[in-house]
């Protein structure tokens, strides 16, 4: 009898060498794109992403629920894409962290953790990249204390967390002076530059 991480193994090893034969067709819109392709009926959307579609951005971390590694955008919420089949992706908008750059420039979150050293290894970036651009769709100025709920699910061993969340508020700040039409001004930028 195999232990069960042996067996896991195996069968992820036959999975990824196309050798499984319950496939299944599977339709997806990620970074507004549409894709048809063909997974093992148990594979999870991370999966998917990782092992069919080349999207490597979301990280294979606990692979159960517990870092927020693999956190994407499902429908405007941030999702846990480990925990996630593929099937239930099917019909459902996915934003991962390779679409939330423009084609010409980062999202402001990403210049912002950029400014503010918010990411030191960058395992849990892509995660909570995700997880505070869903937030930052739904509340234009969320306050520190909402930002702290919105990444809760979201580990970091580098950063302590302080830079992240000033990060964020930074990007707020900018995408809530864009929504609003003012000029464009990023904490740390003009005259407020951030120590790091
Ligand atoms: S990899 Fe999904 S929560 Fe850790
Ligand atoms: S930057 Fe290393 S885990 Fe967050």
Redesign the pocket.
């Known amino acids: 009898m195999f232990p069960p991480a042996t067996v896991a193994r195996a069968r992820r090893a036959d999975d990824l060498s196309g050798m499984s034969t319950n496939v299944r067709i599977v339709r997806l819109r990620v970074n507004g794109d549409l894709h048809e392709v063909g997974v093992p009926a148990h594979f999870t959307l ?1 999966e998917t992403l990782r092992y069919r579609l080349g999207l490597t951005g979301s ?13 994407v955008i499902m429908d405007g919420v941030a999702t ?4 996630t089949p593929v099937w239930e992706a099917e019909g459902r908008d996915v934003v991962t962290v390779e679409g939330l750059a423009e084609p010409d420039a980062p999202h402001p979150l990403q210049d912002a953790f950029d400014r503010y050293g918010a990411a030191q290894c960058g395992f849990c970036t892509p ?1 909570i990249l995700c997880s505070a651009a869903a937030l930052l769709a739904a509340e234009r100025r969320p306050s520190r204390e909402r930002i702290r709920e919105a990444l809760a ?1 979201n580990l970091c061993r580098c950063t302590g967390y302080t830079k992240i969340y000033e990060a964020v508020e930074a990007a707020a700040a900018v995408l809530a002076e864009e929504a609003e039409g003012r000029p464009a001004h990023a904490p740390g930028t003009a005259g407020e530059e951030h120590d790091g």
């Not at 990280?59 to 956190?71: E, M, P, R, S, V």
């Not at 846990?80 to 925990?83: A, I, N, Q, V």
């Open positions: 991370l990280k294979q971390g606990c692979d159960k629920g517990d870092c927020g590694a693999c956190t846990l894409s480990c925990l995660g699910g």
